[in-house]
C-alpha cells in the first residue's frame, strides 16, 4: 500500500494561527501607541515632566479656565484639554483621579506650567461650609507659601481641599471649627468660628507614634515630648471622616487598638475620654457606627 506523506511545511493550519495572532498582537501594539504617548510631542510630556519637577521643588501656580475634554493615556496619565485666555493648552497629570470635573465646566488647577497636581470645578455661584479642620496640608513638600486647609463638612459629610496662604495658616488649627465661603480651593476664604466643646464617637483603628504622623510641623509649637502618641478614631469602616487625636503617654496607657471610645474635644488634644467597650461590636462590620451604645 503506497504511504500518504503530507508535507508539513512553515504555512501548515497550525503555523498560520501562531502568524495570525503575532500580527494581531503587533497591531495591538501599534494601535496602541497611541494610547502609550498620547497626541503629544516629546516636548509636551518633558515640559510637564519638568514642571513636576519644579512642583515638588516648591514652585506653584493656581489657574483657571474652562474644560475641553478629559483623556487618559496609559504610560502619560491624566490630559485636561482647557481653554484659558492665553488660548488652549493640555495640561498633563501623571494620575487618574478618582473624581474629575466635567467638559464645560469652569476648571482650577495646582501646578507649573503644563503639569497640574490636580484640577477641580469652579462653583458660578458663592458657596458656605461650617465644618472642622480634618488637617492642614502642604501642597508642595518644600513651598512655605501655600497650603492645604482640609475641612469636614458638619452638614453634607463630605471632606474639602482650600488653599490658604501662610499668615491664614498661622490663625488655624487642626479640629477648630471654621465657616469657609468659597467658589474653589484658590478663591476661598477660610476663618475660625466659634470653637465650643465636641463629641467624637467610634473606635480606635490606629494607635502609635506621634514621631510617624508627618505634617505636623504646621501645627504651631507642637511638643512632641508631652504627646508622644496618637489614636485614629472612625465612626465605622471606611468612614469619609476619621479623628485623630495626640496623647500623653498617660491617656495612651488606658488605651489600646479596639476600643470604643467618646472622646469630648475642641482640639487635637482631647479634654476627656471614656472607653464605652472594650472591644469592637461585629455589627460594625457591616458599616453601622459603633459608638458604644449597645451592650
Known amino acids: 500500500m503506497e504511504n500518504s506523506v503530507r508535507k508539513l511545511g512553515p504555512l501548515r493550519r497550525g503555523n498560520l494561527v501562531l502568524i495570525?495572532?503575532?500580527?494581531?498582537?503587533?497591531?495591538?501594539?501599534?494601535?496602541?501607541?497611541?494610547?502609550v504617548k498620547g497626541p503629544f510631542t516629546e516636548t509636551e510630556i518633558q515640559e510637564a515632566q519638568s514642571g513636576a519637577t519644579r512642583f515638588l521643588n516648591g514652585e506653584l501656580e493656581i489657574g483657571q479656565g474652562q474644560l475641553i475634554d478629559v483623556k487618559h493615556y496609559?504610560?502619560?496619565?491624566?490630559?485636561?484639554?482647557?481653554?484659558?485666555?492665553?488660548?488652549?493648552?493640555?495640561?498633563?497629570?501623571?494620575?487618574t483621579p478618582q473624581d474629575k470635573p466635567s467638559p464645560g465646566q469652569k476648571v482650577e488647577w495646582v501646578g507649573v506650567d503644563n503639569y497640574v497636581s490636580y484640577v477641580t470645578t469652579v462653583f458660578p455661584e458663592e458657596r458656605i461650609m461650617d465644618g472642622e479642620i480634618n488637617s492642614l496640608e502642604r501642597i508642595?513638600?518644600?513651598?512655605?507659601?501655600?497650603?492645604?486647609?482640609?475641612?469636614?463638612?458638619?452638614?453634607?459629610?463630605?471632606?474639602?481641599?482650600?488653599?490658604?496662604?501662610?499668615?491664614?495658616?498661622?490663625t488655624l488649627k487642626t479640629l477648630n471649627s471654621v465657616r469657609v465661603t468659597y467658589h474653589s480651593p484658590g478663591d476661598s476664604l477660610v476663618e475660625p468660628a466659634p470653637n465650643t466643646q465636641k463629641v467624637a464617637a467610634g473606635y480606635i483603628t490606629d494607635l502609635w507614634?506621634?514621631?510617624?504622623?508627618?505634617?505636623?510641623?504646621?501645627?504651631?509649637?507642637?511638643?512632641?515630648?508631652?504627646?508622644?502618641?496618637?489614636?485614629?478614631?472612625?465612626?465605622?469602616?471606611?468612614?469619609?471622616?476619621?479623628?485623630?487625636?495626640?496623647?500623653?503617654?498617660?491617656?495612651r496607657d488606658l488605651l489600646k487598638n479596639?476600643?470604643?471610645?467618646?472622646?469630648?474635644?475642641?482640639?487635637?488634644?482631647?479634654?476627656?475620654?471614656?472607653?464605652?467597650?472594650?472591644?469592637?461590636?461585629?455589627?460594625?462590620?457591616?458599616?453601622?457606627?459603633?459608638?458604644?451604645?449597645?451592650?
Not at 496619565?77 to 501623571?94: A, D, M, Q
Not at 507659601?145 to 459629610?157: A, I, P, R, T
Open 20 to 35: 495570525g495572532l503575532f500580527l494581531f498582537v503587533l497591531l495591538g501594539i501599534f494601535s496602541g501607541y497611541r494610547q
Open 140 to 170: 508642595s513638600p518644600k513651598n512655605n507659601d501655600q497650603f492645604y486647609c482640609v475641612v469636614y463638612s458638619f452638614k453634607e459629610d463630605t471632606v474639602q481641599r482650600f488653599i490658604v496662604d501662610a499668615a491664614k495658616l498661622a
Open 258 to 295: 479596639g476600643n470604643v471610645l467618646e472622646v469630648k474635644y475642641s482640639s487635637i488634644f482631647p479634654s476627656s475620654i471614656v472607653v464605652t467597650r472594650e472591644t469592637v461590636d461585629p455589627d460594625v462590620l457591616w458599616g453601622n457606627p459603633d459608638n458604644g451604645e449597645k451592650p
Open 209 to 251: 507614634l506621634t514621631t510617624m504622623i508627618k505634617g505636623l510641623e504646621l501645627e504651631r509649637d507642637f511638643d512632641f515630648e508631652k504627646y508622644p502618641y496618637y489614636i485614629t478614631l472612625a465612626p465605622k469602616p471606611n468612614a469619609k471622616y476619621t479623628w485623630t487625636f495626640y496623647l500623653t503617654k498617660e491617656q
Open 74 to 95: 496609559f504610560f502619560v496619565g491624566t490630559v485636561y484639554e482647557v481653554e484659558t485666555p492665553e488660548g488652549r493648552k493640555n495640561l498633563i497629570s501623571f494620575v
